[in-house]
């Protein structure tokens, strides 16, 4: 069964629609990622996990067109970064996922690569969640690979896997190795860890969140441990993703939401 949303008719369209498949909109960023990586880093590892978590999913999951460009402004001081502005991410984003719930599609996930776009897609999922009968949630592609990266993690927690990091550095080095220059990885920079109260990392931020003009902080763009990197890392980064992926999407599927009820006025 075809697994790619562009791919299909629209007469297959309305087909899936009825069998009741699961939509992930893949979003990311195009921004830099230090000297070493390309700057669609976001780009691929997401359409990585979502294009193989619909593949594996018999027919469950369509993978819609992923959303390229994502909310940078901070990293703008770097050249190569697009940015969007928030109000026109989060528009954008429930814009394409209202269109799904507009054919009939139910379950929605929005399946993020870039750090700053996660609060606007919680916002976008909440926005068709509170004005659609659909369920739509979002998720950060890396926190679904926790219990390995607890497993095989080298770096320091926090700081070690950021931007640029242990973490996307090894998840490049599994899918295009042959576009990755290790030679130009730096030495860990960690300008995330501020103080007791503003620390940042994929798997944990501190308490406060605050964040700086990117080129205010760090000389690279890096923020971790790129050489702590290795390709095999990255491969069970990726396929515990992609398990993962297919497991949320069924227990959407299997959520059965109650009426909607106002208790606002006695009967
Ligand atoms: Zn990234």
């Not at 590892?45 to 819609?64: M, P, Y």
């Not at 959303?67 to 984003?93: L, Q």
């Amino acid at each position: 069964m075809k697994h790619l949303y562009r791919s299909l008719t629209w007469v297959e369209a309305r087909g899936r629609a009825e069998q009741g498949a699961v939509i992930i909109i893949p979003v990311a960023a195009i921004e830099q990622h230090g000297y070493h990586l390309p700057i669609d880093v976001d780009n691929v590892l997401v359409e990585h996990v979502t294009e193989e978590a619909a593949r594996r999913s018999e027919g469950l999951v369509l993978v819609a067109p992923m959303i390229h460009y994502g909310f940078n402004e901070h990293n703008m001081g770097f050249p190569g970064t697009i940015s969007i502005r928030d109000t026109v991410f989060v528009d954008f984003c429930y814009d394409v996922a209202h269109s799904f719930t507009r054919q009939g599609y139910d379950r929605i996930l929005f399946v993020n690569g870039h750090g700053s776009n996660q609060m606007l897609c919680n916002l976008a999922s909440r926005r068709i969640n509170n004005t659609t009968k659909a369920l739509c949630g979002a998720v950060a592609h890396w926190s679904l690979a926790k219990a390995e990266v607890d497993r095989l993690r080298d770096s320091k927690f926090s700081g070690g896997m950021a931007h640029a990091c242990e973490f996307e550095t090894a998840m490049y080095l599994h899918i295009r190795p042959e576009l990755v220059d290790m030679s130009k990885a730096t030495e860990r920079e960690a300008p995330s860890s501020r103080n007791e109260f503003m620390y940042d990392d994929l798997f944990g931020s501190g308490p406060v969140h605050m964040v700086e003009r990117w080129s205010q902080i760090s000389e690279s763009g890096v923020e971790g441990d790129p050489k702590l990197a290795t390709a095999e890392k990255g491969h069970a980064f990726a396929e515990m993703e992609i398990a993962n992926l297919i497991k949320v999407c069924q227990a959407m599927r299997a959520m059965k939401p109650g009426p909607e009820r106002d208790f606002n006025h006695r009967p």
